[in-house]
């Protein structure tokens, strides 16, 4: 079967608003019912390199104590939580996800959180996922994965692993396939089906939320920010005013630090296809500067997850995702975005002749 012709895709894109969900409990009915698929689990993270937790049973939707929900719950004969599962198409994390989660995991035994995703977002959702755990862990015995990666160590036993549906899925069904278990395999085909419609879709339906004045007022802000991040910039003498410009669905400033022209960028489509972020440096329109700036901004390419990247879509050009502050007042991400900037103007300037 055509599984972008699957019954259980086709119901729950016209009646769920939150198709997350369903493809959850579906998972969740799945599971529970055969042992072996959910050793199949097991053997699927630990070929991700994972040391695969002694789950022994699968719940949905129970809330932890302190107010992790994890989708899916991995249970060992202890009843203690040993390996959540968070099944995500296009929602964006939660507060709690994922440094809550791994709080909620007990420290004393193998543990696990598996985020899976469609492989579109799979690269984007990892790079924000090990941001959160740097800027949430602390005190935690973390070893951050590369963002190219799908497992990253955050304490002595606990792990933090992405994996795509499709090869999640299709592993659970081999083991069904193998088993002789039809029916399985047959589930399993209609939750891949829903996956790959999730995954493939190139515009996703509307929803009454995605139209609210409050979208609206956000990008306006957004837009805004560059022109504020901009002249806090030009006044603090990181760098000097330069023009400002348009083209679809962005918005630029030029602003000249350390005798370069850079772009200060609004870009919903960085945004989307590279990293989670609306905000972006890229580097000046002259190719043949970009090997002197790349290598003094080596140590940003250093960071985890790394900060400095290309955009294939623009002539693979060089750019730099600039991180807002989350959960402070604006003149505080405005200053956050500034000393981004003054880091990178203190890294060009330490390499000029």
């Known amino acids: 079967m055509d599984t972008n012709d ?52 699968f719940s949905a939707q129970q809330s932890e104590e302190n107010a992790a929900r994890p989708d899916l719950r991995g249970a060992d004969k202890s009843g203690a939580p040993v390996l959540f599962i968070e099944a995500k198409f296009w929602a964006g994390l939660t507060d709690n996800q994922p440094v809550t989660y791994l709080n909620a995991l007990p420290p004393d035994k193998p543990t696990a959180l598996l985020v899976i995703v469609p492989e579109a977002r799979r690269q984007l959702l990892w790079r924000e996922l090990l941001l959160r755990c740097k800027d949430g862990l602390l005190g935690a015995t973390t070893a951050f994965g590369h963002e190219r990666q799908s497992v990253s160590q955050v304490g002595s036993n606990k792990f933090l692993a992405i994996a795509a549906w499709k090869p999640f899925l299709e592993s659970l069904q081999s083991a069904a396939l193998s088993q002789g278990d039809h029916v399985s395999a047959e589930n399993l085909n209609q939750l891949l089906g829903l996956c790959t419609r999730e995954d493939t879709t190139a515009f996703l339906p509307l929803r009454q939320e995605e139209l609210s ?105 060089p750019v730099i995702p600039l991180y807002p502050r989350l959960g402070v007042e604006h003149h505080e991400v405005i200053q956050g975005l500034v000393d981004t900037l003054r880091y990178v103007r203190d890294l060009v300037s330490a390499k000029s002749p």
């Open 213 to 317: 004045a409050g979208i609206g007022q956000r990008i306006y802000q957004f837009g805004a920010l560059i022109e504020e991040v901009s002249e806090a910039a030009v006044a603090q003498n990181v760098c000097a005013r330069g023009t400002s410009g348009g083209s679809k669905m962005s918005y630029w400033r030029t602003v000249r630090i350390a005798g370069h022209d850079f772009y200060l960028y609004l870009s919903p489509w960085r945004w989307h296809t590279i990293a989670e972020t609306p905000f972006w440096l890229e580097f000046p329109n002259k190719p043949d500067a970009w090997p002197d700036l790349l290598r003094a901004l080596q140590p940003l390419a250093l960071k985890s997850p790394p900060m400095l990247l290309r955009d294939p879509s623009w002539r693979d050009t």
């Open 6 to 57: 699957s019954l259980l895709g086709h119901l729950a894109s016209r009646l769920s608003a939150h198709p997350e969900n369903v493809a959850t409990e579906a998972l969740a009915f799945i599971l529970r019912r055969n042992e072996y698929l959910r050793q199949a689990v097991l053997r699927f993270l630990e070929r991700l390199g994972v040391p695969p937790p002694q789950v022994v049973s």
